[in-house]
Protein backbone atom coordinates (compact mmCIF):
# COMPACT_ATOMS: atom_id res chain seq x y z
CA UNK A 1 0.00 0.00 0.00
CA UNK A 2 1.28 3.70 -0.89
CA UNK A 3 0.61 6.95 0.23
CA UNK A 4 0.08 8.55 3.67
CA UNK A 5 -2.35 10.21 5.75
CA UNK A 6 -5.88 8.88 7.37
CA UNK A 7 -8.10 7.30 5.26
CA UNK A 8 -10.80 9.00 6.65
CA UNK A 9 -12.23 10.92 3.68
CA UNK A 10 -15.02 13.05 5.15
CA UNK A 11 -15.07 16.68 4.00
CA UNK A 12 -12.35 19.06 5.13
CA UNK A 13 -13.21 21.34 8.17
CA UNK A 14 -15.53 18.11 9.58
CA UNK A 15 -14.87 16.21 12.41
CA UNK A 16 -18.07 13.72 12.61
CA UNK A 17 -18.21 11.71 15.88
CA UNK A 18 -17.93 7.88 14.93
CA UNK A 19 -20.63 5.57 16.04
CA UNK A 20 -20.99 2.10 18.04
CA UNK A 21 -23.42 -0.73 16.23
CA UNK A 22 -25.83 -2.13 18.74
CA UNK A 23 -27.34 -5.30 17.96
CA UNK A 24 -30.11 -6.24 20.83
CA UNK A 25 -31.87 -9.49 20.80
CA UNK A 26 -31.76 -9.80 17.08
CA UNK A 27 -34.52 -12.40 15.86
CA UNK A 28 -34.94 -13.30 11.98
CA UNK A 29 -37.27 -15.55 10.65
CA UNK A 30 -37.51 -16.70 6.98
CA UNK A 31 -40.55 -18.67 6.53
CA UNK A 32 -40.92 -21.53 9.08
CA UNK A 33 -37.02 -20.94 9.53
CA UNK A 34 -36.05 -19.13 12.60
CA UNK A 35 -32.11 -17.82 11.46
CA UNK A 36 -31.34 -15.68 13.88
CA UNK A 37 -32.12 -16.62 17.64
CA UNK A 38 -32.09 -13.47 20.86
CA UNK A 39 -28.55 -12.17 18.85
CA UNK A 40 -26.52 -9.81 20.82
CA UNK A 41 -23.17 -7.54 19.55
CA UNK A 42 -21.94 -4.90 20.14
CA UNK A 43 -19.45 -3.19 17.90
CA UNK A 44 -17.61 -0.04 19.14
CA UNK A 45 -15.95 2.47 16.94
CA UNK A 46 -12.80 1.41 15.62
CA UNK A 47 -13.18 -2.28 15.80
CA UNK A 48 -13.00 -4.72 13.47
CA UNK A 49 -15.34 -7.87 14.00
CA UNK A 50 -15.85 -10.75 12.14
CA UNK A 51 -18.89 -13.12 12.04
CA UNK A 52 -17.69 -16.70 11.89
CA UNK A 53 -19.51 -20.19 11.32
CA UNK A 54 -20.46 -23.01 10.12
CA UNK A 55 -22.67 -22.88 7.17
CA UNK A 56 -26.31 -22.12 8.12
CA UNK A 57 -25.39 -20.65 11.64
CA UNK A 58 -26.72 -17.10 10.64
CA UNK A 59 -23.58 -15.14 10.22
CA UNK A 60 -24.39 -13.71 6.93
CA UNK A 61 -28.20 -13.20 7.66
CA UNK A 62 -27.31 -11.04 10.88
CA UNK A 63 -24.57 -9.11 8.20
CA UNK A 64 -27.90 -8.37 5.63
CA UNK A 65 -29.73 -7.43 9.05
CA UNK A 66 -27.80 -4.74 9.66
CA UNK A 67 -27.60 -3.55 6.26
CA UNK A 68 -31.23 -3.76 5.74
CA UNK A 69 -31.66 -6.39 2.71
CA UNK A 70 -33.01 -8.53 5.87
CA UNK A 71 -36.46 -7.34 7.50
CA UNK A 72 -36.11 -9.09 10.92
CA UNK A 73 -39.00 -10.40 13.09
CA UNK A 74 -38.13 -8.64 16.36
CA UNK A 75 -35.05 -7.23 18.69
CA UNK A 76 -33.38 -3.70 17.88
CA UNK A 77 -30.55 -2.35 15.53
CA UNK A 78 -28.73 1.10 16.01
CA UNK A 79 -25.84 3.20 15.05
CA UNK A 80 -24.79 5.63 17.91
CA UNK A 81 -28.42 7.51 18.41
CA UNK A 82 -29.70 6.44 14.74
CA UNK A 83 -32.19 3.48 14.96
CA UNK A 84 -31.88 0.93 11.78
CA UNK A 85 -34.47 -1.50 13.69
CA UNK A 86 -37.29 -1.66 16.29
CA UNK A 87 -39.64 -4.45 16.09
CA UNK A 88 -41.48 -3.27 19.25
CA UNK A 89 -41.86 0.20 17.66
CA UNK A 90 -42.21 -0.76 13.88
CA UNK A 91 -39.29 0.81 13.18
CA UNK A 92 -37.39 0.01 9.84
CA UNK A 93 -34.94 2.20 8.23
CA UNK A 94 -33.85 0.99 4.14
CA UNK A 95 -30.56 0.30 3.51
CA UNK A 96 -30.57 3.59 1.24
CA UNK A 97 -30.73 5.45 4.16
CA UNK A 98 -28.09 3.87 6.69
CA UNK A 99 -25.42 5.30 4.83
CA UNK A 100 -22.94 1.97 4.88
CA UNK A 101 -20.14 1.16 3.12
CA UNK A 102 -21.24 -2.19 1.53
CA UNK A 103 -18.18 -4.21 0.44
CA UNK A 104 -19.33 -7.55 -1.71
CA UNK A 105 -17.86 -10.74 -2.33
CA UNK A 106 -17.85 -10.43 -6.42
CA UNK A 107 -17.03 -6.78 -6.06
CA UNK A 108 -20.05 -5.34 -7.98
CA UNK A 109 -18.06 -3.28 -10.23
CA UNK A 110 -19.60 -1.70 -13.13
CA UNK A 111 -17.44 -3.42 -15.91
CA UNK A 112 -18.38 -0.74 -18.37
CA UNK A 113 -17.09 1.94 -15.90
CA UNK A 114 -13.50 2.89 -15.15
CA UNK A 115 -11.83 2.66 -11.71
CA UNK A 116 -12.47 6.64 -11.26
CA UNK A 117 -16.00 6.44 -12.53
CA UNK A 118 -16.97 3.39 -10.19
CA UNK A 119 -15.15 4.75 -6.69
CA UNK A 120 -16.82 8.46 -7.60
CA UNK A 121 -20.15 6.86 -8.53
CA UNK A 122 -21.66 7.21 -4.97
CA UNK A 123 -20.13 10.86 -4.18
CA UNK A 124 -21.99 12.01 -7.44
CA UNK A 125 -24.83 10.37 -6.63
CA UNK A 126 -25.31 12.80 -3.33
CA UNK A 127 -24.37 15.76 -5.09
CA UNK A 128 -20.52 16.17 -3.89
CA UNK A 129 -18.77 19.12 -5.61
CA UNK A 130 -16.90 17.38 -8.80
CA UNK A 131 -13.79 19.30 -7.31
CA UNK A 132 -13.88 17.71 -4.32
CA UNK A 133 -15.39 14.34 -5.90
CA UNK A 134 -11.39 14.00 -7.83
CA UNK A 135 -9.84 15.14 -4.34
CA UNK A 136 -11.76 12.22 -2.53
CA UNK A 137 -10.89 9.78 -5.14
CA UNK A 138 -7.33 10.65 -6.40
CA UNK A 139 -6.65 10.13 -2.73
CA UNK A 140 -8.50 7.19 -1.81
CA UNK A 141 -6.62 5.31 -4.91
CA UNK A 142 -3.37 6.48 -3.90
CA UNK A 143 -3.70 5.35 0.09
CA UNK A 144 -5.26 1.87 -1.57
CA UNK A 145 -1.95 1.62 -3.44
CA UNK A 146 -4.11 2.27 -6.95
CA UNK A 147 -2.52 5.56 -7.82
CA UNK A 148 -1.91 5.54 -11.68
CA UNK A 149 -4.89 3.11 -12.69
CA UNK A 150 -8.14 5.46 -12.35
CA UNK A 151 -7.96 5.53 -16.21
CA UNK A 152 -8.70 1.30 -16.21
CA UNK A 153 -11.52 -0.47 -16.41
CA UNK A 154 -12.09 -3.40 -14.30
CA UNK A 155 -11.73 -6.49 -16.45
CA UNK A 156 -8.39 -5.08 -16.82
CA UNK A 157 -7.38 -5.54 -13.02
CA UNK A 158 -6.54 -8.09 -11.09
CA UNK A 159 -8.70 -9.74 -8.36
CA UNK A 160 -6.67 -7.67 -5.50
CA UNK A 161 -6.88 -4.85 -7.55
CA UNK A 162 -10.71 -4.81 -8.15
CA UNK A 163 -11.08 -5.75 -4.42
CA UNK A 164 -9.46 -2.49 -3.45
CA UNK A 165 -11.40 -0.59 -6.12
CA UNK A 166 -14.50 -1.87 -4.45
CA UNK A 167 -13.31 -0.98 -0.84
CA UNK A 168 -12.39 2.31 -2.22
CA UNK A 169 -15.68 2.98 -3.15
CA UNK A 170 -17.21 2.05 -0.09
CA UNK A 171 -14.98 4.36 1.94
CA UNK A 172 -15.36 7.26 -0.46
CA UNK A 173 -18.74 8.66 0.75
CA UNK A 174 -18.04 8.90 4.22
CA UNK A 175 -20.48 5.81 5.51
CA UNK A 176 -21.01 5.16 9.39
CA UNK A 177 -20.59 1.60 9.31
CA UNK A 178 -18.34 -1.14 6.98
CA UNK A 179 -19.80 -4.02 6.18
CA UNK A 180 -18.10 -6.82 4.29
CA UNK A 181 -19.36 -10.11 2.78
CA UNK A 182 -17.13 -12.86 2.44
CA UNK A 183 -14.35 -9.89 1.14
CA UNK A 184 -11.42 -11.70 0.12
CA UNK A 185 -12.86 -15.24 -0.87
CA UNK A 186 -12.72 -14.66 -4.23
CA UNK A 187 -8.60 -14.01 -4.00
CA UNK A 188 -6.15 -16.88 -5.08
CA UNK A 189 -4.87 -18.58 -1.26
CA UNK A 190 -1.17 -16.36 -1.60
CA UNK A 191 -2.98 -13.29 -2.74
CA UNK A 192 -5.57 -13.61 0.11
CA UNK A 193 -2.82 -13.77 2.71
CA UNK A 194 -1.48 -10.79 1.66
CA UNK A 195 -4.69 -8.95 1.35
CA UNK A 196 -5.44 -9.53 5.03
CA UNK A 197 -2.75 -7.07 5.87
CA UNK A 198 -4.02 -4.21 3.90
CA UNK A 199 -7.22 -4.76 4.69
CA UNK A 200 -7.54 -4.83 8.28
CA UNK A 201 -4.71 -2.06 8.46
CA UNK A 202 -7.43 0.65 6.10
CA UNK A 203 -10.00 -0.90 8.13
CA UNK A 204 -8.12 0.40 10.91
CA UNK A 205 -7.44 3.65 9.60
CA UNK A 206 -11.15 4.87 9.18
CA UNK A 207 -11.54 4.61 12.95
CA UNK A 208 -15.12 3.20 12.13
CA UNK A 209 -16.93 0.21 13.35
CA UNK A 210 -16.77 -2.71 10.58
CA UNK A 211 -18.09 -5.96 10.39
CA UNK A 212 -17.59 -8.60 8.36
CA UNK A 213 -18.87 -12.05 7.48
CA UNK A 214 -16.07 -14.89 6.71
CA UNK A 215 -15.92 -18.75 6.51
CA UNK A 216 -12.12 -18.95 6.82
CA UNK A 217 -11.26 -19.32 10.15
CA UNK A 218 -7.32 -17.89 9.29
CA UNK A 219 -8.96 -14.62 8.20
CA UNK A 220 -10.88 -14.20 11.32
CA UNK A 221 -8.12 -14.69 13.48
CA UNK A 222 -5.87 -12.76 11.31
CA UNK A 223 -8.14 -9.57 10.83
CA UNK A 224 -10.28 -8.97 13.55
CA UNK A 225 -10.09 -7.67 17.07
CA UNK A 226 -12.99 -9.81 17.81
CA UNK A 227 -14.60 -12.83 16.43
CA UNK A 228 -18.44 -13.53 16.83
CA UNK A 229 -18.77 -17.32 16.29
CA UNK A 230 -22.02 -18.26 15.38
CA UNK A 231 -23.71 -21.74 16.00
CA UNK A 232 -27.85 -22.23 15.26
CA UNK A 233 -28.66 -19.01 14.66
CA UNK A 234 -27.10 -18.54 18.55
CA UNK A 235 -23.39 -16.24 19.17
CA UNK A 236 -21.64 -19.29 21.02
CA UNK A 237 -19.14 -17.10 21.88
CA UNK A 238 -17.58 -13.63 21.66
CA UNK A 239 -13.91 -12.52 22.05
CA UNK A 240 -10.34 -11.97 20.86
CA UNK A 241 -9.06 -14.54 18.44
CA UNK A 242 -6.34 -15.72 21.12
CA UNK A 243 -9.57 -15.52 23.80
CA UNK A 244 -11.42 -17.92 21.63
CA UNK A 245 -8.72 -20.41 20.64
CA UNK A 246 -6.84 -20.85 24.00
CA UNK A 247 -10.08 -19.86 26.47
CA UNK A 248 -13.02 -21.65 24.33
CA UNK A 249 -16.36 -21.50 26.80
CA UNK A 250 -17.80 -24.95 24.90
CA UNK A 251 -17.27 -27.92 23.52
CA UNK A 252 -18.33 -26.14 19.36
CA UNK A 253 -16.10 -23.24 20.35
CA UNK A 254 -12.95 -25.42 21.04
CA UNK A 255 -13.87 -28.31 18.58
CA UNK A 256 -14.54 -25.35 15.73
CA UNK A 257 -11.16 -23.54 15.56
CA UNK A 258 -8.34 -24.99 14.47
CA UNK A 259 -9.11 -28.63 13.81
CA UNK A 260 -8.38 -30.18 17.38
CA UNK A 261 -7.99 -34.04 18.30
CA UNK A 262 -11.41 -34.53 20.48
CA UNK A 263 -11.94 -37.96 21.89
CA UNK A 264 -13.73 -39.46 24.76
CA UNK A 265 -11.64 -40.34 28.19
CA UNK A 266 -13.39 -41.45 31.50
CA UNK A 267 -13.18 -38.86 34.24
CA UNK A 268 -11.75 -40.18 37.25
CA UNK A 269 -11.10 -37.67 39.84
CA UNK A 270 -11.37 -33.18 40.36
CA UNK A 271 -7.82 -31.89 41.40
CA UNK A 272 -8.33 -28.44 41.03
CA UNK A 273 -9.19 -26.66 38.27
CA UNK A 274 -7.70 -30.17 36.19
CA UNK A 275 -9.47 -33.24 35.53
CA UNK A 276 -7.48 -37.17 36.01
CA UNK A 277 -8.72 -38.86 33.21
CA UNK A 278 -8.02 -42.40 31.52
CA UNK A 279 -7.56 -43.20 27.90
CA UNK A 280 -6.82 -46.21 26.55
CA UNK A 281 -5.65 -47.54 29.72
CA UNK A 282 -3.02 -44.16 30.31
CA UNK A 283 -3.69 -41.63 33.22
CA UNK A 284 -3.45 -37.71 32.38
CA UNK A 285 -4.57 -34.62 33.49
CA UNK A 286 -6.38 -31.52 31.80
CA UNK A 287 -7.74 -28.24 32.23
CA UNK A 288 -11.90 -29.17 33.38
CA UNK A 289 -13.90 -27.13 31.76
CA UNK A 290 -17.77 -27.13 32.79
CA UNK A 291 -19.13 -29.80 34.96
CA UNK A 292 -17.46 -32.97 35.31
CA UNK A 293 -18.20 -36.10 37.28
CA UNK A 294 -16.24 -39.35 38.30
CA UNK A 295 -17.09 -42.00 36.63
CA UNK A 296 -18.89 -39.96 33.40
CA UNK A 297 -16.96 -39.35 29.94
CA UNK A 298 -15.67 -36.14 29.04
CA UNK A 299 -14.70 -34.97 25.48
CA UNK A 300 -10.93 -34.68 25.67
CA UNK A 301 -9.43 -31.80 23.63
CA UNK A 302 -6.30 -32.27 22.56
CA UNK A 303 -4.67 -29.55 19.75
CA UNK A 304 -1.66 -30.78 17.50
CA UNK A 305 0.70 -28.50 18.39
CA UNK A 306 0.14 -28.95 22.10
CA UNK A 307 1.07 -32.88 21.35
CA UNK A 308 4.98 -33.61 21.77
CA UNK A 309 7.02 -36.90 21.53
CA UNK A 310 6.97 -37.68 25.81
CA UNK A 311 10.62 -37.12 27.27
CA UNK A 312 12.42 -39.00 29.95
CA UNK A 313 9.73 -39.20 32.75
CA UNK A 314 7.07 -37.71 31.92
CA UNK A 315 3.93 -38.18 33.31
CA UNK A 316 1.11 -36.94 31.34
CA UNK A 317 1.59 -39.15 29.02
CA UNK A 318 0.05 -41.45 26.13
CA UNK A 319 1.70 -44.32 23.78
CA UNK A 320 0.17 -45.49 20.58
CA UNK A 321 1.00 -47.08 17.67
CA UNK A 322 2.11 -44.56 14.32
CA UNK A 323 -0.35 -44.85 11.63
CA UNK A 324 0.38 -41.69 8.83
CA UNK A 325 3.28 -39.63 8.09
CA UNK A 326 2.70 -36.53 6.03
CA UNK A 327 4.95 -33.97 4.76
CA UNK A 328 3.61 -30.37 4.35
CA UNK A 329 6.38 -28.35 3.62
CA UNK A 330 6.81 -26.29 6.73
CA UNK A 331 6.47 -29.58 8.71
CA UNK A 332 5.46 -33.65 9.20
CA UNK A 333 1.76 -34.35 9.81
CA UNK A 334 1.79 -37.20 11.91
CA UNK A 335 -0.69 -39.48 13.21
CA UNK A 336 -0.73 -41.73 15.96
CA UNK A 337 -3.48 -44.37 17.02
CA UNK A 338 -3.82 -44.18 20.98
CA UNK A 339 -6.53 -47.42 21.96
CA UNK A 340 -9.49 -46.54 19.85
CA UNK A 341 -8.49 -42.69 19.42
CA UNK A 342 -6.67 -41.52 16.43
CA UNK A 343 -4.57 -38.46 16.98
CA UNK A 344 -2.70 -35.41 14.79
CA UNK A 345 0.30 -34.12 15.91
CA UNK A 346 2.75 -31.61 13.90
CA UNK A 347 6.04 -32.01 13.98
CA UNK A 348 9.36 -30.53 12.32
CA UNK A 349 11.03 -33.66 11.64
CA UNK A 350 9.17 -37.49 10.84
CA UNK A 351 8.95 -39.02 14.22
CA UNK A 352 10.77 -42.20 14.20
CA UNK A 353 9.52 -46.16 15.32
CA UNK A 354 6.11 -47.86 15.34
CA UNK A 355 5.43 -46.83 18.66
CA UNK A 356 5.40 -43.82 19.86
CA UNK A 357 4.81 -42.00 23.64
CA UNK A 358 2.90 -38.27 23.50
CA UNK A 359 3.22 -36.22 26.25
CA UNK A 360 1.11 -32.43 26.93
CA UNK A 361 0.81 -30.39 29.33
CA UNK A 362 -2.55 -30.57 31.23
CA UNK A 363 -2.70 -26.86 31.03
CA UNK A 364 -2.79 -26.45 27.33
CA UNK A 365 -5.71 -30.00 27.08
CA UNK A 366 -9.24 -29.15 27.42
CA UNK A 367 -11.61 -31.73 29.10
CA UNK A 368 -15.60 -31.00 28.71
CA UNK A 369 -18.72 -32.93 29.68
CA UNK A 370 -19.37 -35.66 27.36
CA UNK A 371 -22.74 -37.19 26.21
Known sequence: MTGKGSLNPHSPGTSPKEASLAVE?????????LVLQGVDLTVPPGEVVALLGPSGS??????????????PTGGRIALGEEVFFDGAKGVFLPPERRNLGLVFQSYALWPHRTVYENVAYGLRLRRVPEKEVRERVLSLLDRLGLAGLEGRYPGALSGGQQQRVSLARALAYDPKLLLLDEPLSNLD??????????LRETLKATGKAALFVTHDQAEAMAMADRIALLNEGRIEQVGTPEELYRNPKTLFVADFLGNPNVVEALVVALEEGLVRLELAGFSVRARAMGSLAPGRLAKLVLRPEVLRVAGVGEVNALEGERVHSLYLGAHYEEWVRVGE??????SPTPLSGSRVRLAFDPESALAYPGP
Open 25 to 33: ALEVRLGEN
Open 58 to 71: GKTTLLRAVAGLVR
Open 189 to 198: AKLRDQARVW
Open 341 to 346: ALLRLV
